[in-house]
């Protein structure tokens, strides 16, 4: 029966380093969803990857305190494990629940955020005119001006949007419904995946309680305090 010692023991480092690779993939998977949202910032993607650094931290701590079985070490590695387990499984169950509006808002930020040539080389690529609204910097003779100072220009894009129409007001439609699809995806990875790995650190909390209060077999004086 493992429920020993030595099985405790290793199984608390075969678990921490798993949390090494979890955490790497935690990074891995924050990084493509800041990426899959091309240009977007959305800060509650950035709490997952956060989260997965601090994950590769404290597991070193763990292996440390699991191979000695120093129980200060154990104490803050439970301590500060349970707490990551309730900000990620927070921030997972955020990324899960927002909905498509507020997804548009961050996006919206996000947008608002980035370098101007950034978002021209969207506009380029997905032939799209600013954000949630047009801009138009038409110079016909008795076209009204839209200007935002803040938005690169649409006139390349529009002209390859318009190329076949004879329409002098033709205008390619707003980037924010064709990122819609790539924002709702990298929120449901990052939600589906922080979850899943978060009751991974809540059996880590359990087994290092178990462990810390087992005694050391080889019977050293400083083993067990």
């Not at 839209?146 to 033709?170: A, F, G, H, R, Y």
């Not at 589906?192 to 178990?210: A, D, P, Q």
Request: charged content about 10%.
């Amino acid at each position: 029966m493992c429920g020993g010692f030595t099985c405790s023991k290793n199984a608390l480092i075969a678990l921490n380093i798993l949390y090494v690779m979890i955490g790497f993939l935690l990074i891995g998977v924050g990084v493509y969803a800041r990426a899959a949202s091309v240009v977007t910032n959305l800060p509650i993607v950035g709490g997952i990857l956060a989260c997965g650094v601090i994950l590769i931290c404290i597991s070193m701590l763990g292996l440390a305190g699991a191979v000695k079985h120093h129980q200060v070490m154990l104490f803050f590695y439970m301590i500060i494990l349970f707490m990551l387990f309730l900000i990620q499984f927070s921030i997972a169950s955020s990324c899960l629940a927002v909905n498509a509006e507020q997804q548009q808002q961050f996006a919206e930020q996000g947008w608002k955020t980035v370098p101007k040539n950034l978002r021209e080389q969207v506009q380029e690529k997905f032939l799209c005119c600013g954000f949630n609204a047009t801009t138009t910097t038409s110079n016909n003779n008795n076209n009204v001006n839209i200007v935002n100072t803040n938005e690169p220009s649409c006139d390349i894009v529009n002209k390859q949007c318009c190329v076949d129409s004879q329409d002098p007001l033709c205008h390619c439609g707003p980037c924010g419904p064709l990122l819609e699809d790539k924002i709702d995806y990298a929120f449901k990875l990052c939600g589906g995946l922080g979850i899943f790995f978060s009751f991974t650190e809540f059996v880590g909390v359990w087994l290092t309680v178990r462990y810390r209060n087992q005694k050391d077999p080889r019977g050293l004086p400083s083993a067990f305090l």
